[in-house]
T-cell receptor, first 113, second 113 residues
Framework: NAGVTQTPKFRVLKTGQSMTLLCAQD?????MYWYRQDPGMGLRLIHYSVGEGTTAKGEVPDGYNVSRLKKQNFLLGLESAAPSQTSVYFCASSYQAGSYGYTFGSGTRLTVV | AQSVAQPEDQVNVAEGNPLTVKCTYS??????LFWYVQYPNRGLQFLLK??????LVKGSYGFEAEFNKSQTSFHLKKPSALVSDSALYFCAVRVLNDYKLSFGAGTTVTVRA
């Protein structure tokens, strides 16, 4: 039972480079989310999706894009990485709204130099 | 808009002593409340949730939480803390039909031997 899988686990980028973070879930969850976690700032929602083919902006969407072409996958893209995007990124999924909580991935630690 | 407050950035207790991590919330409507724990370099793990019914909820690893509607609180408790309980704890709230959880800023718990 894999749950939510994030790849890669670690990455170092140079300023201006691009990359894609992959999140895959095998629980048939409708909702998927990308968060970033920074010291002293808790979890901040970047983008989310409420179903295949849909995406929406969260609290801190600038500099990121997402896609959800398949229900089980949610991709987070950085087109031109900046040092301010150095963070730990977490993907999460949820069956539905309401009383359903999240299942989190193990995170991607990204450093932009 | 819903929100969660964790008034203590850090909680320090001795092993074997009771542990309490505080959480208060603000929502319109009936809340669904959650506690998550994050161990170093790991993703967030679900501990317990309150949906309805008994105000005392029991969860993983001997943790419990008490829902208090009049005080809009959902404090996490453990009768006898272990060194292995040292981690970052997040409280979260959601309401019916809401697409996302709202997280508190987190409380770092340190249990000394």
């Amino acid at each position: 039972n894999a749950g939510v899988t994030q790849t890669p686990k670690f990455r170092v980028l140079k300023t201006g480079q691009s990359m894609t973070l992959l999140c895959a879930q095998d629980m048939n969850h409708e909702y998927m989310y990308w968060y970033r976690q920074d010291p002293g700032m808790g979890l901040r929602l970047i983008h989310y999706s409420v179903g295949e083919g849909t995406t929406a902006k969260g609290e801190v969407p600038d500099g990121y894009n997402v896609s959800r072409l398949k229900k089980q996958n949610f991709l987070l893209g950085l087109e031109s990485a900046a040092p301010s995007q150095t963070s730990v990124y977490f993907c999460a999924s949820s069956y539905q709204a309401g009383s359903y909580g999240y299942t989190f991935g193990s995170g991607t630690r990204l450093t932009v130099v | 808009a819903q929100s969660v407050a964790q008034p203590e950035d850090q909680v320090n207790v001795a092993e074997g002593n009771p542990l309490t991590v505080k959480c208060t919330y603000s929502v319109s409507g009936n809340p669904y409340l959650f506690w998550y724990v994050q161990y170093p370099n790991r993703g967030l793990q679900f501990l317990l949730k309150y949906i309805t019914g008994d105000n005392l909820v029991k969860g993983s690893y001997g943790f419990e939480a008490e829902f208090n509607k009049s005080q809009t609180s959902f404090h996490l408790k453990k009768p006898s803390a272990l060194v292995s309980d040292s981690a970052l704890y997040f409280c979260a709230v959601r309401v019916l039909n809401d697409y996302k959880l709202s997280f508190g800023a987190g409380t770092t718990v340190t249990v000394r031997a």
